[in-house]
């Protein structure tokens, strides 16, 4: 029986391979008969003479940025021979080939500044991390030597300094504080690298004040403040302009998250950047110093959210008081300690400025500077009190052996 079926199956397609054959024999006679009778009748297709206005509000913006965004090039000393030593006088049987560069990576940027000779471009810290020379790479396809004027591992920020010679525009810093949910939002840079510089690509923005953890070269997790959007962000993307309808930067590119912890979740749409008005504070201090030196209190502390009911009945808070940050510890001899603050207290301001979250309380913060005084609102008992706390200490001066927030 299995062989007759296959017998039959066999033939079936034979018989069709004929049917097609044939079939292909006379389409082609017919379609050459009606050629030659057609011939003298054909025109050729040409393109129409329309003309379509595609200036939108989202063309506007692009174009206002995309001249200040640019690729950021990381190179780094490869161990193995370059095939370009020869020509750069290496010897391949000499150790002294092993200082070759070689592209490690790459990122993008945005230009914000031009003062003389110079123009200034920040970018992520994790861009241009391990760098011995960086190349920037400008709209125009003009590739310059970019030095490093500094970097902030905190906040994932650096800024770096080309010449302004072929640099056309600067990018402008929105407020980020005025920011609303849903409003238009489109990241430009360099997905995968300068093959797509200049990539554009819209969506919304998702959400504002999200906290995003980081881990450090050295290892240590520190938490930024982040907007969120849905806007397409992909590896090279890093550094790369976030703005709003009008062309205005509201926030340097910096992350995705592409699937949950335990890779379990595949996830989409969720990328995230550092906002404009944090931006504009750090590379202002970048500029004039080339580090951040940021205030201390010396807390330990968790968030009021995190905490169970039962935990948080025993702060008698007034039912009013639905934020803020725990303080766990106290470091002796810091600010917070000074002005004496305890553990318990539960702190709900800085300043003006309402903290919910440990990431509020270092964007309130690092707002001041060293020795500045800054008003801090608590509640200890159920009762709302104040400090005036001197930030005489940096965050060099904190203890780093706990698995709680410090600042």
Known sequence: MAKA?????????????????GGSAIYQSTTNQLGNANRSNTTSTKVSNVSVNVNTDVTSAIKKVSNS?????????????????????????????????????EGSGVIYKKSGG????VTNYHVIAGNSSLDVLLSGGQKVKATVVGY???TDLAVLKISSDHVKDVATFADSSKLTIGEPAIAVGSPLGS???????????SATSRQVTLTQENGQTTSINAIQTDAAINPGNSGGALINIEGQVIGITQSKITTTEDGSTSVEGLGFAIPSND????????????????????IRMVDLSQLSTNDSSQLKLPSSVTGGLV?????????????????????????????????????????????????????????????????????????????????
């Open 5 to 21: 079926n296959i017998g039959k199956l066999l033939l079936t397609g034979v018989v069709g391979g004929a049917i097609a054959l």
């Open 69 to 105: 965004v640019v690729s950021v090039m990381n190179y780094q000393k490869q161990n193995s021979q370059s095939d370009f030593s020869s020509i750069f006088g290496g010897n391949s049987g000499s150790s002294s080939a092993n200082d070759s560069l070689q592209l490690s990576s």
């Open 118 to 121: 110079d123009a200034y471009v």
């Open 152 to 154: 902030d591992e905190y």
């Open 195 to 205: 093959q797509f510089a200049n990539t554009a690509t819209e969506g919304i923005l």
């Open 279 to 298: 931006v504009v504070n750090i590379i202002n201090k970048l500029e004039t110093d080339g580090k951040i030196s940021r205030p201390a209190l010396g």
């Open 327 to 407: 303080v766990y510890s106290v470091q002796a001899g810091l600010p917070a300690a000074t002005a004496g603050l305890k553990a318990g207290d539960v702190i709900t301001k800085v300043g003006d400025t309402a903290v919910t979250s440990s990431t509020d309380l270092q964007s309130a913060l690092y707002s001041h500077n060293i020795n500045d005084t800054v008003k801090v609102t608590y509640y200890r008992d159920g009762k709302s009190a104040t400090a005036n706390v001197k930030l005489s200490k940096s965050t060099s001066d904190l203890e780093t052996n706990s698995s709680s927030s410090s600042n």
